[in-house]
């Protein structure tokens, strides 16, 4: 069986079908993944195929996806920046599964809202793949709205409010496509929501239920399966000169903001190595996927300036981590084993901040405008002293480490397939 994982989006949202896919290869179905171009080197460095969806290229350059700070108002204004940029990944997604021919389409984030069209099209079945939880329910709001819970009526409000917006707003791309595929007009809730047939696919989440527990109210076709690793690349060593610094001390702690590091990276830099400095531990500084651009700009000794590094090889190296808590990162903090302190900024981030702080794996989050050297400082301290932290996030890897998220997957392309 060829199947086609489309994603559009930042690294953390490819990372993770690498290692889903590398699966499906292995129970001996031929994958390609189809994402923005930036992202082909990851893939295929990961032994994989890739297909670059055209016209995608920087599509996350926009400075707007890092502006305000999440909640109800901002997931609103997303969706219409959303809606700006389905019309190109429509017909860039149905480009490439003329050109591929898959038998099943297996959609994630941004393509999933219009990619249930191309299938309805192409005479596909498909599969939704989620990395955050955004489907109503009573015990959280939609994962881009809020890290916290605003009641049980509240939350599934919430998800009522986002599900419309989106599909108003998402309404135009959706009759566009449909149009180019000659498929008869729907409504507008059907417009997002597809042919009778996709919303009967199953959606399988690629997140833990020790992190996020299925909730009750979702229907079975919704599933949780555990995290998909990121496949490691097949040709990747250390840079020496950081392999040198980490073993000419103590265990030092990660700084980064992932592949939507914001525009003040060099501000970033030096508030991290202070606050390193004052809480008296070393640090490994992520800069973007830029790389050590702003070493000169830090004191010898105490910390180093890093670029794209594979999260599974540094993390357990780490005494701590400090990030975004974007889905990707946040995976790779608890599957180390590590406390995080972590500076949401939008989108599902305080989503995973909060949560990693319920589960006793990391001090509260400290916003990003609230994040200062003052704020950083204890926090690092905290949770590098603090034997509760270390202690759960350890117990949360070796829990992680007992789930094959793949498997489900798995399952349903051979039933699929008929084997």
Same mark, same amino acid.
């Given at each position: 069986?060829?199947?086609?994982?489309?994603?559009?989006?930042?690294?953390?949202?490819?990372?993770? &079908?690498?290692?889903?896919?590398?699966?499906?290869?292995?129970?001996?179905?031929?994958?390609?993944?189809?994402?923005?171009?930036?992202?082909?080197?990851?893939?295929?460095?990961?032994?994989?195929?890739?297909?670059?969806?055209?016209?995608?290229?920087?599509?996350?350059?926009?400075?707007?996806?890092?502006?305000?700070?999440?909640?109800?108002?901002?997931?609103?204004?997303?969706?219409?920046?959303?809606?700006?940029?389905?019309?190109?990944?429509?017909?860039?997604?149905?480009?490439?599964?003329?050109?591929?021919?898959?038998?099943?389409?297996?959609?994630?984030?941004?393509?999933?809202?219009?990619?249930?069209?191309?299938?309805?099209?192409?005479?596909?079945?498909?599969?939704?793949?989620?990395?955050?939880?955004?489907?109503?329910?009573?015990?959280?709001?939609?994962?881009?709205?809020?890290?916290?819970?605003?009641?049980? &009526?509240?939350?599934?409000?919430?998800?009522?409010?986002?599900?419309?917006?989106? $599909?108003?707003?998402?309404?135009?791309? $959706?009759?566009?496509?449909?149009?180019?595929?000659?498929?008869?007009?729907?409504?507008?809730?059907?417009?997002?929501?597809?042919?009778?047939?996709?919303?009967?696919?199953?959606?399988?989440?690629?997140?833990?239920? $020790?992190?996020?527990?299925?909730?009750?109210?979702?229907?079975?076709?919704?599933?949780?399966?555990?995290?998909?690793?990121?496949?490691?690349?097949?040709?990747?060593?250390?840079?020496?000169?950081?392999?040198?610094?980490?073993?000419?001390?103590?265990?030092?702690?990660?700084?980064?903001?992932?592949?939507?590091?914001?525009?003040?990276?060099?501000?970033?830099?030096?508030?991290?190595?202070?606050?390193?400095?004052?809480?008296?531990?070393?640090?490994?500084?992520?800069?973007?996927?830029?790389?050590?651009?702003?070493?000169?700009?830090?004191?010898?000794?105490?910390?180093?300036?890093?670029?794209?590094?594979?999260?599974?090889?540094?993390?357990?190296?780490?005494?701590?981590?400090?990030?975004?808590?974007?889905?990707?990162?946040?995976?790779?903090?608890?599957?180390?084993?590590?406390?995080?302190?972590?500076?949401?900024?939008?989108?599902?981030?305080?989503?995973?901040?909060?949560?990693?702080?319920?589960?006793?794996?990391?001090?509260?989050?400290?916003?990003?405008?609230?994040?200062?050297?003052? $704020?950083?400082?204890?926090?690092?301290?905290?949770?590098?002293?603090?034997?509760?932290?270390?202690?759960?996030?350890?117990?949360?890897?070796?829990?992680?480490?007992?789930?094959?998220?793949?498997?489900?997957?798995?399952?349903?392309?051979?039933?699929?397939?008929?084997?």
């Amino acid at each position: 069986m060829r199947v086609l994982i489309a994603t559009v989006g930042a690294r953390g949202d490819v990372a993770p &079908l690498t290692g889903l896919a590398a699966a499906i290869r292995a129970a001996g179905h031929s994958v390609t993944i189809t994402s923005n171009d930036e992202y082909e080197s990851l893939v295929v460095g990961c032994g994989l195929e890739f297909r670059p969806l055209p016209g995608t290229h920087g599509m996350f350059d926009d400075p707007r996806w890092l502006q305000g700070s999440g909640g109800p108002a901002w997931a609103v204004s997303m969706t219409r920046l959303l809606a700006e940029h389905m019309r190109t990944v429509d017909k860039a997604l149905l480009a490439v599964a003329r050109q591929d021919a898959p038998d099943v389409l297996a959609l994630t984030g941004m393509t999933a809202l219009g990619g249930c069209h191309v299938a309805e099209g192409l005479g596909l079945p498909g599969v939704e793949l989620q990395l955050q939880p955004m489907y109503t329910t009573s015990d959280f709001p939609p994962s881009i709205v809020s890290g916290r819970s605003f009641g049980r &009526l509240g939350n599934r409000a919430a998800g009522t409010v986002t599900e419309t917006a989106l $599909a108003l707003v998402m309404a135009g791309p $959706a009759g566009g496509i449909r149009r180019e595929l000659g498929l008869p007009r729907r409504g507008i809730r059907e417009a997002v929501s597809g042919p009778p047939y996709a919303r009967r696919w199953p959606v399988f989440h690629g997140f833990s239920p $020790a992190v996020v527990p299925r909730p009750a109210d979702w229907p079975d076709r919704y599933q949780v399966t555990g995290y998909w690793w990121p496949q490691p690349p097949a040709a990747w060593s250390p840079p020496p000169e950081l392999e040198e610094f980490l073993a000419s001390g103590p265990p030092p702690v990660f700084f980064g903001f992932g592949s939507l590091t914001p525009a003040e990276t060099g501000d970033l830099i030096e508030l991290a190595a202070a606050a390193g400095r004052q809480a008296g531990v070393r640090l490994v500084i992520q800069a973007g996927q830029t790389g050590p651009t702003s070493a000169g700009r830090l004191p010898p000794g105490d910390s180093i300036v890093v670029g794209d590094l594979p999260h599974d090889w540094l993390f357990p190296r780490m005494a701590a981590v400090v990030h975004h808590a974007g889905g990707g990162t946040t995976a790779a903090g608890l599957r180390a084993g590590v406390p995080a302190v972590t500076v949401p900024v939008v989108a599902d981030q305080p989503f995973w901040a909060a949560r990693l702080a319920a589960l006793g794996a990391g001090p509260p989050p400290i916003p990003r405008r609230q994040l200062s050297v003052a $704020a950083l400082a204890p926090a690092i301290r905290d949770a590098v002293a603090r034997p509760s932290y270390r202690t759960q996030a350890d117990a949360l890897a070796r829990r992680l480490a007992s789930e094959d998220g793949t498997a489900p997957v798995i399952s349903m392309l051979a039933r699929l397939s008929g084997r």
